[in-house]
């Protein structure tokens, strides 16, 4: 298929990392469209292991050409630090591109996220802290300074002062914090540009001429359809849309051409940091989940909330994506378990209800009814083919299936980039 999305459709940290870098070998183009450096794709392949923030997980492909689209918000310093690790690791980082659109974090978006988080005191999100959602507000409020604007160093220079003084009266009058010097921030930021220079490009153009061609497009999703601000738990969520739709806006490409939606779920639910989350387990399985699967946040290094597979939000997520295809990750976890649950439906005020409501205040009155499985409790990281699977992990993957009435295509049962079943060929 030439244009396929990979889009995480739970709470994020899916293992869309691990996807996007085996696919990418096959892809001419990757892009990400939303999102920043909130994200973090763990990928494991013949170079070793890597945490990616920024950069596409595509980076590793022989010949794929990598983009950031206009939808993603840019901490150049996050970005540099990040291309040196790779450059310093053998990575050739030469065919790697960003959106002069892209909006650009600014040290008081940072300063900002973690000040709003601390006023929120007991309502606090449990945001990365990295500026994310400042950054998207300033953009929507028409005060945010894109990668463009570093080219012209006076327009720059004039359009920080005015943003800069606003944002200094928010710090120290509101938050009674230090304010920011103008000339240490422009400063900084003329030398991010002149290190960034080479990497500036109108993306669209690369992009049009990619589809025009026929080329294979990959779009690398971040965080998950539950996190939109939208469609997810708000006010829960992030700032930009993790979703197929969010595809078009954050990377500027039609809807009619995007050929497949390969939609990533965990065999089971996690998420960091609050909001509701109708299938979390508070139990020791919970905990055997975490630490057999290093369940911990690759960007912040917080603890993930475990639970079981939560098939309503699944059928909502499939829903509000259109997902032409679905692979399952990190299925080899479940290995230990002897026993397994899916939740089919909610019950909420003793009526039994089969979607996933709007609202945080009825979700988290929702009560998941679950339908039970037998573990298989065998190691399944070696298996290459569907059939190798023991018939009690295919019944699960079926039932899967069957509630989210999407067939599967990919199934991952381990880190490393050839642990995977393809059931179907998908790029
Ligand atoms: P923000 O995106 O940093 O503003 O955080 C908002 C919410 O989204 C918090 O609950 C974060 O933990 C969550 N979040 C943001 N990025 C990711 C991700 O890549 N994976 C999982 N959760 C994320």
């Known amino acids: 298929m030439p244009v396929t999305a990979v889009i995480g459709a739970q709470w994020g940290d899916e293992g869309k990392g691990k996807i996007v870098d085996l696919l990418s ?80 974090i600014m ?26 959602g400042p950054a998207f507000s300033d953009k929507a409020a028409r005060l945010g300074i894109r990668v463009g604007d570093l080219v012209d160093r006076e327009a720059f220079l004039e359009r920080l002062r005015s943003i800069l003084e606003y944002k200094n009266l928010i710090l120290t009058r509101v938050y009674e914090a230090s304010p920011l010097s103008l000339d240490e921030v422009y400063q900084s930021y003329c030398q991010f540009g002149e290190r960034l220079a080479p990497y500036i490009k109108d993306t669209i153009i690369i992009l049009e001429q990619a589809i025009r061609e026929q080329k294979k497009v990959l779009l690398e999703g971040a965080q998950g359809a539950l996190l939109d601000p939208d469609f997810g738990t708000y006010p829960y969520t992030t700032s930009s849309s993790p979703l197929s739709g969010g595809v078009c806006l954050g990377a500027g490409i039609s809807p009619l051409s995007l050929n497949q939606i390969l ?82 439906g909610y019950e909420l005020d003793g009526q039994r209800i089969d979607y996933f409501p709007s609202s945080i205040t009825t979700l988290v009155r929702c009560k998941p009814i679950y339908e039970e499985f037998p573990g298989w409790q065998s190691p399944i990281s070696d298996a290459r083919r569907y059939d190798e699977l023991p018939a009690a992990a295919r019944r699960y993957v079926e039932r899967l299936e069957e509630l989210i009435s999407c067939p599967v295509h990919l199934i991952s049962v381990g880190a490393r980039r050839e642990q995977v079943i393809e059931v179907a060929e998908v790029l």
């Open 107 to 132: 040290p008081y978006h940072v300063l900002l996220d973690g000040l709003e988080e601390e006023s929120r005191a007991k309502k606090a999100i449990g945001t990365t802290r990295k500026g994310i």
């Open 263 to 344: 939609g990533v779920f965990k065999s089971y639910c996690t998420r960091v940091g609050e909001g509701p989350m109708p299938t979390e387990l508070q139990d020791e399985t919970a905990t055997l989940i975490r630490e057999h699967a290093h369940e911990y946040g690759t960007t912040t290094g917080r603890p993930r909330r475990c639970g079981w597979f939560d098939a309503v939000a699944a059928r909502f997520s499939t829903q509000i994506n259109g997902f032409t295809a679905v692979c399952i990750t990190r299925l080899d976890v479940l290995d230990i378990l002897p026993q397994l649950k899916i939740c089919v």
């Open 25 to 104: 070998r096959r892809a001419d183009l990757v892009v990400r469209f939303s999102g920043g450096d909130n994200a973090g794709h763990t990928v494991v392949n013949e170079y070793g292991e890597f945490k990616l923030h920024l950069v596409p997980s595509g980076i590793f492909s022989p010949r794929a050409v990598c983009l950031l689209g206009n939808g993603v918000v840019i901490n150049p310093a996050v970005l540099l630090e990040e291309l040196r690790l790779l450059k310093g690791r053998g990575i050739d980082t030469s065919r790697f591109f960003i959106s002069d659109r892209a909006h650009l």
